[in-house]
């Protein structure tokens, strides 16, 4: 029973690819503020998940992720159709 636990945990290149995939739907946002929420988000939720070491907790935490890259997708595409073109203070300052 445990190693098909362990069958379902994600390889490493796995979890990398969804952290690049999060990062890289996060550019997506035009609006400054969820840009960074979203990037911030997706680094801390994959650093808790570096101590994991249950097969089982791991598959969840990535399931998990999965997930929310699907809602950053969704919530990307809402974004861009009613974002406002003025510029953040902080995307000045640049």
Same mark, same amino acid.
């Given at each position: /029973?445990?190693?098909?636990?362990? $069958?379902?945990?994600?390889?490493?290149?796995?979890?990398?690819?969804?952290?690049?995939? %999060?990062?890289? *739907?996060?550019?997506?946002?035009?609006?400054?503020?969820?840009?960074?929420? *979203?990037?911030?988000?997706?680094?801390?939720?994959?650093?808790? &998940?570096? &101590? %994991? $070491?249950?097969?089982? $907790?791991?598959?969840? $935490?990535?399931?998990? &992720?999965?997930?929310?890259?699907?809602?950053?997708?969704?919530?990307?595409?809402?974004?861009? %159709?009613?974002?406002?073109?003025?510029?953040?203070? /902080?995307? %000045?300052?640049?």
């Amino acid at each position: /029973m445990a190693s098909a636990a362990a $069958a379902a945990a994600p390889s490493k290149p796995e979890v990398l690819a969804l952290l690049r995939s %999060l990062l890289r *739907t996060a550019r997506e946002f035009r609006d400054y503020n969820v840009r960074e929420y *979203t990037k911030r988000r997706a680094l801390d939720g994959f650093r808790h &998940g570096q &101590g %994991l $070491a249950d097969p089982s $907790a791991i598959a969840a $935490a990535f399931a998990d &992720g999965k997930s929310q890259l699907e809602v950053a997708r969704r919530q990307a595409v809402v974004y861009s %159709l009613y974002a406002p073109e003025v510029k953040s203070v /902080m995307e %000045l300052q640049r």
